[in-house]
């Protein structure tokens, strides 16, 4: 099956510091990429959808400053945590939608644990 | 907006008991996934269940989709400790996945 990798798996970093985080498709073209977050004992929040070449689409509630979406390719999304505070401790989890064949499946990558200190 | 609602919100069995989870939205499910994760950890993929009435099993895990396509069960048979984990029901929402608040198993030996 198609699979999604993330990088870092996790990340610790100061308050007040930047964090990017890597979603890449290894072996699919991902036309569309999705940044979830979850709390401990929560389930997954859609945090915005990405298309490549354009620009994100944020969930209501969602600071666009803060969290930084790029999708330059079809197989590389990035999020990046500008001025990281620890209530933005969480765990971040990509997907990506193979664009061909008119898929409609997300594949997941594994996570990153960000934790700020 | 669709909302998936699951229940129980967590679940406690005896190692070998059945069990089921249930995922009800308030519209009609177009695509209904069943996910399986434990926190800080990836989803696994376990089912899709597109047609009304479709039945999917793996294992010894089943998944049905009701005639109507609003509701959604999940059904453990036998449990073991490696079912342990958080279940989620996940709904395609014009091209995003959307999911349920998920429920968390605990399988006690």
């Known amino acids: 099956g198609a699979v999604v990798s993330q990088h870092p798996s996790w990340v610790i970093c100061k308050s007040g510091t930047s964090v990017k985080i890597e979603c890449r498709s290894l072996?699919?073209?991902?036309?569309?990429m999705f940044w979830y977050r979850q709390f401990p004992k929560q389930s997954l929040m859609l945090m915005a959808t990405?298309?490549?070449?354009?620009?994100?689409?944020?969930e209501q509630g969602v600071e666009k400053d803060k969290f930084l979406i790029n999708h330059a390719s079809l197989t590389l999304s990035t999020l990046t945590v500008t001025s990281a505070h620890p209530e933005d401790s969480s765990f971040y989890i990509c997907?990506?939608?193979?664009?061909?064949?008119?898929?409609?499946?997300?594949?997941f990558g594994p996570g990153t644990r960000l934790t700020v200190l | 907006s669709q909302e998936l609602e699951q229940s129980p919100q967590s679940l406690i069995v005896q190692e070998g008991k059945n069990l089921t989870i249930n995922c009800t939205s308030s519209?009609?499910?177009?695509?209904l996934y069943w996910y399986k994760q434990k926190y800080g950890e990836g989803l696994i993929f376990l089912m899709m269940l597109q047609k009304g009435g479709e039945e999917k099993s793996h294992e010894k895990i089943t998944a049905k989709l009701d005639e109507k396509k609003q509701q959604s069960s999940l059904h453990i048979t036998a449990s073991q400790p490696s079912h342990a984990g958080i279940y989620l029901c996940g709904a395609e929402v014009f091209g995003d996945m959307r999911f349920g608040a998920g429920t968390r198993l605990t399988v006690k030996p």
């Open positions: 519209k009609t499910l177009y695509g």
């Open positions: 072996d699919f073209q991902a036309t569309t």
């Open positions: 997907s990506a939608r193979d664009g061909s064949g008119g898929a409609y499946e997300q594949f």
């Open positions: 990405s298309n490549e070449g354009s620009k994100a689409t944020y």
